[in-house]
């Protein structure tokens, strides 16, 4: 089946460490995106892909980096730098940039700072 | 003020009732307008899409959009337990090269 999969579904990390979430969408979609999500707060882009090769930054991305090396993959890296990092983090992506009508999310990664 | 505002809720009605969940926002250049469920600890999934004004529905779900207002609506009609879940609103200026602007989305939960 056509989907978006995000791993791992949960994920603990010490201080200091980056961690990377892997997204893989196999919907042959151009644009793909990360957002984070925190209890009671709505999504916040933090970067954000329309073609291969070429990224750009969100509301939040300080502390986070990406890359879009193949077309069905956007891994998300959260760096030490992010302060706060414990958060949902969710996957997207659409046929072409921002076209809303055909967005898509993974089912999530749960990070938590121990 | 916020670009767009939604009531977290929670909202808790019974079995059968009819839900009425809102946004206003505050940018009138926004011509999008989709709705999203979200169940708890899962990735969000679209329910309707409208763009500009008037009515869009779907089922028991019905999307409407009220531009010199600056307000959206989507109303669950015959509302099941099955309809609990968190329900954002998103909305864009222009398709395929401006992000989305999400509200905080609304805690529902149906009671059988």
């Known amino acids: 089946d056509g989907g978006i999969t995000q791993s791992p579904k949960y994920l603990f990390r010490k201080e200091g460490q980056n961690v990377t979430l892997s997204c893989e969408q196999n919907?042959?979609?151009?644009?793909m995106y990360w957002y984070r999500q925190d209890p009671g707060q709505g999504l916040r882009l933090i970067y954000y892909?329309?073609?291969?090769?070429?990224?750009q930054k969100g509301d939040i991305a300080e502390g986070y980096s990406v890359s879009r090396e193949k077309k069905e993959s956007f891994p998300l890296t959260v760096t030490s730098a992010q302060k706060n990092p414990t958060a949902f983090y969710l996957c997207?992506?659409?046929?072409?940039?921002?076209?809303?009508?055909?967005?898509?999310f993974g089912e999530g990664s749960w990070l938590t700072v121990v | 003020q916020k670009e767009v505002e939604q009531d977290p809720g929670p909202l808790s009605v019974p079995e059968g009732a009819i839900v009425s969940l809102n946004c206003t926002y505050s940018?009138?250049?926004?011509?999008?307008f989709m709705w999203y469920r979200q169940y708890s600890r899962k990735g969000p999934e679209l329910l309707m899409y409208t763009y500009s004004s008037g009515n869009k529905e779907d089922g028991r779900f019905t999307a409407q959009v009220d531009k010199s207002s600056k307000y959206i609506s989507l109303f669950i009609r015959d509302s099941q337990p099955s309809d609990s879940a968190t329900y954002l609103c998103a909305m864009s200026r222009s398709l395929g090269n401006t992000p989305l602007v999400f509200g905080k989305g609304t805690r529902l939960s149906v009671i059988a």
């Open positions: 997207a992506s659409s046929r072409t940039g921002f076209s809303g009508n055909t967005i898509y």
């Open positions: 892909s329309q073609i291969v090769n070429d990224f």
């Open positions: 919907l042959n979609h151009d644009a």
């Open positions: 940018n009138s250049a926004f011509q999008y």
